[in-house]
Structure formats: structure tokens, C-alpha cells
């Protein structure tokens, strides 16, 4: 068995633990990953496992908060201030369905994490400091466009939200099950393209006064 790590690398075993857990546990979910799986592909053992995270619980949760802090950073990257409105809106859908797209083991853990109805997240001593910017973000853009008399008044930026992340992340997470049922790939690339074209074009077309 190997020994522990701690005083060679604590913040290394620890990352390493992080990131083969997400996959384990993206792939299996909470109660489908294997504790001595996840310490295998982090060059650990079990035992360090424990001593950093507690139980699998908590490492489920430890998961969750750093997947959701990593979408959180990335959107606080995004500066959109000098685009027209709707560029920046535009802007700021793709992000998130590209984010989606390319992350497609963060709806995974999401999924997982709605089964257990957000038992974990509800736990989570984080969970605050992981509130979306996107919709503040977001207010920000419709608000800019209502001034202009662009975009209709009695938008809801939280509802908006809502609607444009589930509009990228039904294909992606349903892409499977939809390729079996319907008989077309949309994670394809030019099916995609389309699927964001006409996406923007319902986002648009909700907001746009006319």
C-alpha cells in the first residue's frame, strides 16, 4: 500500500483525489463510483481519501462544488460590455452552450446530483460563494437593451436564464436517448450549428420588441 503523501504534496493529492472522482463519479454516479477506483487513479489510497474528504459523501460534494466553481469562473471571464445588446446576448448563449457542449461530464454530475433532488448541494458550506454571475450578467444585458428599446420590458433575468441553459442542455444531456428515438446525431456538428442558429433565433424573437 502506498504511503501517504501528505507532507510531499497535500494540495497535489488532493487535486489528484478531486479530478479522478469527477470522473468516477460522472460516469457512475454517486453510488456507482468505487471509493478504491477513484484512489487507484489518483496514485493514492483509500486512506488519503478519507483523511482529506471525509467519506465519499462529502467527496460527491467536494465534486459537485468544484465543477460548479470552474463554470463560475469561466463566466466571470466573459466581459461583454462592449458589445451591442444583442451581440452581448448572443455572446453570452453561446458561452453557455458551448460551455455545456464541451463539459458534458458537468451535466452528468448535475443529473446525478437532481436524483438525489440536490441533497448534497444543500449541504454544501459553498454553495453561496458558487451563485452564477451569468444572471446578474444577464439583468445587466436586458437591461441595457430595454434602455435602448430593443428588448421588451417584463423580462424576468432568472426566468431568461432558465430558459436559455435549458435550450443547450437538453441536447447535450438527452443527446444519446434523442440520436436513438429520432434517429439524428445533434452533437454532429453541422446539426448543431443549426441547432444554435435556431435556438438564438427563439431567444431573439421572445426578446426583441416589435
Known amino acids: 500500500m502506498n504511503q501517504p503523501k501528505i507532507k ?26 468505487r471509493v478504491d477506483q477513484i484512489a487507484r487513479r489518483a ?10 474528504f471525509g467519506s465519499k459523501e462529502q467527496l460527491f460534494t467536494a465534486v459537485l462544488e468544484h465543477a460548479l ?19 452581448a446576448l448572443t455572446r ?7 460551455y455545456y457542449r ?28 458558487m451563485l452564477s454571475p451569468v444572471v446578474s450578467l444577464l439583468g445587466n444585458v436586458l437591461g441595457r437593451g430595454q434602455k435602448a428599446g430593443l428588448f421588451r420590458t417584463d423580462v424576468d433575468p432568472l426566468r431568461f436564464y432558465v430558459t ?11 443527446r444519446f436517448t434523442l440520436a ?7 452533437s454532429a456538428e453541422a446539426e448543431r450549428a443549426e441547432m444554435v442558429k ?8 421572445y426578446l426583441l420588441r416589435r
Do not use: C
Open 92 to 98: 453570452l448563449a453561446h458561452f453557455v452552450w458551448d
Open 43 to 52: 496514485e493514492t489510497n483509500e486512506r488519503m481519501l478519507y483523511y482529506y
Open 164 to 174: 436559455l441553459s435549458g435550450l443547450g442542455y437538453y441536447i447535450v444531456s438527452n
Open 180 to 186: 436513438a428515438t429520432l434517429g439524428r446525431d445533434f
Open 8 to 33: 510531499r504534496d497535500p494540495e497535489g493529492t488532493r487535486r489528484r483525489i478531486l479530478l479522478a472522482a469527477a470522473d468516477e463519479f460522472a460516469s457512475g454516479g454517486l453510488f456507482g463510483a
Open 102 to 129: 464541451d463539459h458534458p461530464e458537468f451535466l452528468r454530475l448535475i443529473n446525478n446530483e437532481n436524483l438525489h433532488e440536490a441533497r448534497y448541494l444543500q449541504k454544501s458550506t459553498r454553495i453561496r460563494e
Open 198 to 205: 435556431m435556438n438564438t433565433e427563439v431567444l431573439l424573437a
Open 69 to 87: 466553481s470552474a463554470l463560475t469562473e469561466a463566466e466571470r471571464a466573459l466581459d461583454l460590455d462592449g458589445a451591442s445588446p444583442v451581440e
